[in-house]
């Protein structure tokens, strides 16, 4: 989820001083080096030689299907995407800038501070003019109409295993909270009017309120049980990818596996989210090894084998793919205006 001041600094800051790929560079680094840090600690955790034994002996012919599944992921993820920008009047972008746009963003996700995704509004705006708390409102309705999907599969287990329960829940209320008062307009309308009175928000308040505006549209219920239902389809893509992850571990290949497999995928982006670490980098890893061990009994060395190959093909299979686009698409970014 984007902090709250970070639609002020996609408004305020320069969309030059925004795609400066030194600057770009140097927050991604921070952000690629925090991340195997992470995947490090796991390693260790697990035994670092028992954990390298698991990933050599891992079957990698299944491995391609896992990123099949990611890609399915990322392709329903795009058609959400580039239908929100149908939305918020986007109309002049074509699908292949679209789907660059897209993917761009992906190495967004791992870079630290306030920044984030929300400059995928700066590059929408240099595209085709739309304002950039507009574009900004579409990212902002990615994530929760995610985060309402992950919820959604993760929600049988919450049943089975209550002890998740608080976490998922507090998630849950959060999640709905934004869609229920972008749908309320006159409350909507008030809260704005409140800000325009005050002197730190005052300057901001147009920005803020075509935010609103972009977020009333994209969280009608139509387009929301839309945006859910491709969500719910594609974060099961990927929670399929992890259950393959696991059979070629050697877990066997039965209901019990599979339900698990979603599930804690499913509840460690909800954790990852609420940590507002860049990608959830920790927070998801630490809860995928932790459940795996406690919902299937896994040793510590398959628990952290299993966490590694999942973030490998999800996460930095993703910010993989979005580097190639910023190699490939320097003008269309910006690169190229502003070093």
């Known amino acids: 989820m984007i902090p709250p001041d970070a639609l002020e600094a996609a408004v305020e800051t320069s969309a030059t001083q925004f795609t400066n790929q030194r600057q770009l560079t140097r927050r991604l680094g921070f952000g690629v080096l925090f991340g195997a840090l992470v995947l490090l600690v796991v390693a260790l955790l697990g035994d670092l030689r028992q954990v390298s034994r698991q990933v050599l002996d891992f079957r990698w ?15 329903l993820r795009f058609i959400k995407w580039h ?4 939305l918020i009047g986007a109309r002049s972008i074509t699908y292949g800038e679209s789907a660059r746009l897209f993917i761009a963003g992906f190495p967004l996700a791992v870079t630290p501070g306030k920044l984030g995704e929300a400059l995928k509004g700066v590059w929408l705006n240099q595209m ?10 579409v990212v ?6 995610d985060g309402l999907a992950v919820s959604l599969l993760a929600l049988s287990g919450v049943v089975a295993y209550p002890q998740y329960w608080p976490a998922f829940a507090t998630i849950l209320t959060i999640l709905f909270g934004v869609v229920t008062i972008s749908q309320m307009r006159p409350l909507a ?23 609103y505006e972009g977020s009333a549209a994209l969280f009608r219920p139509g387009a929301l049980l839309l945006a859910v239902g491709l969500g719910v389809i594609s974060w099961l893509g990927e929670g399929l990818g992890f259950y393959v992850i696991l059979l ?19 509840f460690s982006i909800v954790i990852g989210a609420a940590s507002t670490l860049p990608a959830g980098l920790g927070a998801s890893e630490a809860s995928i090894a932790a459940m795996l061990a406690v919902l299937l009994g896994l040793t510590a060395d398959v628990s952290a084998a299993a966490t590694l190959l999942i973030r490998l093909a999800t996460l930095w299979f993703g910010v993989a793919l979005g580097l190639i686009v910023w190699a490939f698409s320097r003008e269309m970014l910006g690169f190229n205006a502003a070093r």
């Not at 391609?64 to 992921?73: C, R």
């Not at 239908?83 to 149908?86: A, D, F, G, Q, S």
């Not at 902002?140 to 109409?145: I, T």
């Not at 309308?189 to 075509?210: A, M, N, P, Y």
């Open 248 to 266: 070629g571990l050697g877990l066997p290949a039965n209901w019990h596996t599979l339900s698990i497999a979603v599930f804690t995928l499913s």
């Open 189 to 211: 309308l008030w809260l704005l009017g409140i800000g325009e009175r005050l002197s730190l928000i005052k300057r901001f308040i147009h920005s803020f309120r075509l935010f």
């Open 128 to 137: 085709s003019g739309v304002a950039v708390a507009l574009g900004v409102s």
């Open 83 to 86: 239908y929100y920008l149908r």
């Open 61 to 75: 012919s299944l491995f391609p299907l896992v990123l099949a599944l990611t890609l399915f992921n990322y392709t």
């Open 140 to 145: 902002v309705a990615e994530r929760v109409s």
